[in-house]
């Protein structure tokens, strides 16, 4: 018997639609499974015992992944409900509150701290507030990297008032210092002006609002539920700090009034949720979000920050400046990192109980699984000359790198590959396990820098990576010829 005309379409449409949720759903799976799998491999790479991750898209959810292990001695797996410590990613939470006072009129940014907190030294009144946001005022450091100089709840009156007989460290705005003075001052600032001790006003003004009760502030003392043990394999060895194979327990504890700079815990969820309601308006104006995540300058008119990754430092958000998918990037302790790609809509959340798990390393490559354009194979994170190049080889072969390159130089005299770059694109390419290709880039620029011994250097470690002993020695042999003091090559040499 035939099915009536009239029921045949809603039927057909049904089943198309149920064909292409089911497209989707696996796609999305897929990548799903794709970026566990990346996780997982990250993990056992950097030895990392567990993570929580978040990621936000279009202002959604849209994953939460728990991986590992948050106590390692008794094998408790890491939960949605697990605490991670956030070190000083709390200066993002900083941040806001500072721009929420701005906001009600109550602080300038441009002003001297001085104006807030008249009982200042001297030499510090000059400091604004914004200097104080962006590590560049010059002042000394309360949380000296000693261990045995570790400021606690009982000796912090102490500490302040030994600090404030102490010169500034250089002249106000002609650095970038990471310094946890500035913070313990804005705290200061935000008791002052709000009313409330800091800690209060940032409950009350930011995680009240949100709605976050697994987030609070405290240290190692504090019996936090479900809070993951945090893990180092560094250790203090005659005075220094020195990695070791063997894991060990991680004790930090913070002054309460050291609690602006580090000291909140979080979960991933929750730290996605407070980025959700911070671009939708609920904490601050949207007009604020560009201020707060404009780096601040040096007298010189130049930004600074850590490295030359995260290269600026806006107020309380670490940032990456780059033509192409820029970003604001919190990160806490070595072993947490919270970015935001305001131009692409996206923000990732990545927790972890390990000290030195550093994963603002690879945040990016978290973000290439949503923005196929930040994917390492099409040469992101190279200088647009760079990645040029890089397109053009994956399209011809890596052997004609030299070629491309004279052909680039006939067309334009001026053009020009600075060995720094050209020597960190090879590495860029041992990491994505493409050591011939990085093989090619090396030699490259040793025949772009002739007389350098680094390229040489470069060029012998990937030839002994790939098995090529007799080559491998012969340009450690030139590496050393040019540079005596390279150590590397006289190593390898003396053990060939």
């Known amino acids: 018997m035939k099915t009536p005309t009239h029921f045949r379409r809603p039927v057909f449409l049904l089943g198309l639609f149920m064909l292409m949720l089911n497209i989707g759903t696996a796609q999305g799976q897929s990548k799903s499974d794709s970026l566990d799998r990346f996780v997982r491999a990250k993990m056992q790479q950097l030895r990392i015992p567990g993570v929580q991750l978040a990621i936000v898209r279009h202002g959604k959810l849209v994953k939460l992944g728990q991986y590992g292990l948050a106590n390692v001695q008794d094998s408790v797996p890491v939960s949605p409900r697990t605490r991670f410590a956030l070190n000083s990613i709390t200066k993002a939470f900083v941040g806001v509150a500072v721009m929420q006072l701005a906001e009600a009129g109550k602080l300038d940014l441009a002003a001297p701290a001085s104006r807030y907190l008249p009982d200042l030294p001297a030499a510090w009144q000059p400091v604004t507030v914004r200097q104080l946001l962006t590590h560049t005022s ?18 912090e009156s102490a500490a302040w008032a030994r600090l404030q007989t102490q010169p500034l ?68 060895v005659n005075g220094e700090f020195r990695r070791t194979s063997q894991l060990r327990h991680l004790f930090e504890v913070y002054a309460p009034s050291h609690r602006t700079a580090a000291g909140m815990s979080s979960t991933a969820e929750e730290v996605a949720r407070w980025i959700i309601a911070l671009q939708q308006g609920q904490l601050l104006h949207p007009a604020s979000l560009p201020v707060m995540w404009t780096p601040g300058v040096l007298n010189n008119g130049r930004q600074r920050g850590f490295s030359q990754f995260l290269n600026g430092y806006a107020l309380g958000w670490p940032t990456i400046s780059r033509a192409e998918h820029p970003a604001v990037a919190p990160v806490g302790g ?92 090879g590495y860029f390419l041992l990491k994505q396990a493409q050591p011939k290709d990085a093989l090619e880039v090396f030699k490259l620029n040793v025949s772009l820098y002739p007389q350098s011994a680094n390229t040489y250097d470069s060029l012998a470690e990937t030839y002994e990576e790939l098995g090529n002993h007799d080559l491998a020695r012969k340009n450690y042999q030139r590496a050393l010829e040019l540079n005596p003091q390279n150590t590397t090559a006289a190593q390898y040499l003396k053990k060939s």
């Open 138 to 155: 010059g002042l000394p450091d309360i949380m000296p990297e000693d261990v045995a100089g570790m400021v606690t709840e009982g000796n």
């Open 169 to 236: 460290a250089f002249p106000i705005g002609e650095k970038f210092a990471y310094n946890q003075t500035n913070y313990v001052l804005l705290g200061k600032i935000i008791d002052q002006l709000s009313g409330q001790p800091f800690t209060q006003f940032i409950q009350a003004r930011q995680l009240d609002v949100v709605g976050m009760p697994r987030t609070t502030t405290g240290d190692a003392h504090d019996v936090l539920p479900n809070a993951a043990r945090g893990y180092t394999f560094t250790r203090v």
């Open 334 to 425: 070595g072993r947490s990192a919270v970015f935001v790609y305001p131009k692409d809509d996206l923000a990732i959340v990545v927790l972890t109980n390990l000290q030195g798990a550093n994963p603002d390393s690879f945040v990016d490559e978290l973000a290439a699984f949503y923005i196929p354009d930040m994917r390492a194979s099409t040469g992101f994170g190279l200088s647009p000359t760079l990645r040029a190049l890089h397109n053009e080889l994956r399209k011809q072969g890596f052997a004609q790198a030299l070629a491309e390159v004279k052909k680039a130089k006939k067309k334009n005299p001026a053009y020009q590959l600075p060995e720094d770059e050209v020597n960190a694109w």
